[in-house]
């Protein structure tokens, strides 16, 4: 609850992350209350597929601006992905609104992590090579992942964890159909050394956001 209210914002429904409004002390359990945004569903149930490259780097858009305020509030979320984010849609806005859900895995950005929280395929390889990791370097890894996760229709290697193999995660993104901007951000992103990766305002600043041809998304 504290992780939402440091990220959340005021007034309610501005920011990305969704608006905790109360919550109830019941001794062995928190009662939470949130905003319960209208016409929407998760990225999960929205990616039927490999989606437009213009649509998916829309919603990437997004979640880096969303990231880096969550970041600068002190806040590492640490599981984003597909199902971790709601896509809402209006009538007054073309493309979906991304928003931020589950904080259940999230803490305070501190240096250097030694224990893994959150879902095990999208853990960064860094904690697999190293015993360690950070959070802005691996809040970059789980955005790629979202992306590519996005526009490609091999999704497998998140189950198989081929995600950290380079050569093959190389080889999936150079089979995109996907713009040349696209295809080198991906691979900034999701480059196994979190040293040599992009960080969030990178990654806002790159190319690959100048220009793209959105078509309208339907719920």
Request: charged letters at 20%.
């Amino acid at each position: 609850m504290v992780l939402m209210v440091m990220t959340a914002g005021d007034p309610v429904r501005e920011n990305a992350v969704i608006s905790p409004l109360a919550w109830t002390d019941l001794d062995d359990e928190v009662l939470l209350i949130m905003e319960r945004p209208e016409k929407c569903m998760n990225l999960f149930e929205y990616d039927n597929g490999q989606i437009d490259e213009g649509l998916a780097k829309e919603f990437m858009r997004q979640l880096v601006e969303a990231a880096i305020q969550i970041h600068k509030a002190g806040v590492f979320h640490r599981d984003l992905k597909l199902e971790n984010i709601l896509i809402q849609f209006s009538d007054a806005r073309l493309i979906p609104r991304v928003r931020i859900i589950d904080f259940g895995c999230g803490c305070f950005v501190t240096p250097g992590y030694r224990s893994y929280a959150g879902t095990h395929c999208f853990r960064p390889p860094e904690f697999n090579h190293r015993g360690t990791y950070e959070a802005g370097p691996t809040t970059v890894w789980q955005l790629g992942c979202i992306l590519l996760e996005l526009l490609s229709e091999n999704t497998d290697m998140f189950t198989t964890g081929m995600q950290h193999c380079e050569h093959f995660l190389t080889q999936t993104i150079k089979r995109l159909k996907v713009s040349e901007d696209c295809t080198k951000f991906l691979k900034s992103c999701l480059l196994v050394n979190p040293d040599q990766r992009l960080n969030l305002g990178q990654m806002l600043c790159h190319p690959c956001f100048r220009s793209s041809v959105l078509p309208e998304a339907q719920p």
